[in-house]
């Protein structure tokens, strides 16, 4: 089976129904010399709004949380802890904010690992992965079984955030 390009109406919808949707479907990655790289997605964490604490937006309205705040589909990516880049994809109504960490996949285990194997950065901050050709999710019609977990590296967001079982891991996988 070719694999088929997620379309909007895919993100246009609560990050809580996205981001278990997400394990099991394919990173597409075409690099500038034409070599494709794909990866299996393993492991999400669902980020939802002003209210929770753990989500960038929970501080306001901001330069770098403006992405978080536009159509679905649109990448939010930044640098984590000076070191590693993070990848997530907005979903939702616009003017809402929330997303979907893209946390591991089935070979790179950890969300700065993932975008080290697929070579993105911060260049790929507010691009459409709906429309562009270097990067995008696809389904090849893969199916598997997952469960949830509480998210992971947010003890400052406080026990009740923390402890939200918004992780989604695919079963047999656990990334770091």
């Known amino acids: 089976m070719i694999p088929q390009r997620l379309p909007a109406a895919f993100f ?6 996205v981001a278990p949707a997400l ?6 990655r075409r690099l500038p010399n034409g070599t494709v790289l794909t990866e299996r997605i393993a492991e999400t964490e669902a980020y939802r709004g002003t209210e929770d604490l753990a989500c960038h937006a929970s501080k ?8 978080l705040y536009r159509e679905s589909g649109v ?3 930044y640098l984590c802890y000076g070191v590693h880049w993070l990848m997530n ?3 939702g109504e616009p003017e809402e904010p929330q997303g979907v960490l893209l946390r591991a996949g089935v070979t790179a285990g950890g969300p700065g690992r993932l975008t080290k194997l697929l070579q993105v950065d911060g260049r790929f901050n507010g691009r459409s992965i709906l429309t562009q050709e270097s990067l995008w999710i696809a389904d090849d019609g893969f199916s598997c079984t997952w469960h949830t977990d509480v998210r992971v590296g947010i003890d400052y967001a406080g026990e009740y955030w923390k402890s939200r079982p918004w992780r989604f891991v695919m079963d047999g996988k656990e990334g770091a």
């Open 23 to 28: 394990v099991g479907k394919l990173l597409v």
């Open 75 to 77: 990448l939010y990516v």
């Open 89 to 91: 994809v907005i979903t």
């Open 12 to 17: 246009h919808r609560d990050c809580l129904e």
């Open 60 to 67: 306001g309205r901001t330069k770098r949380t403006e992405l």
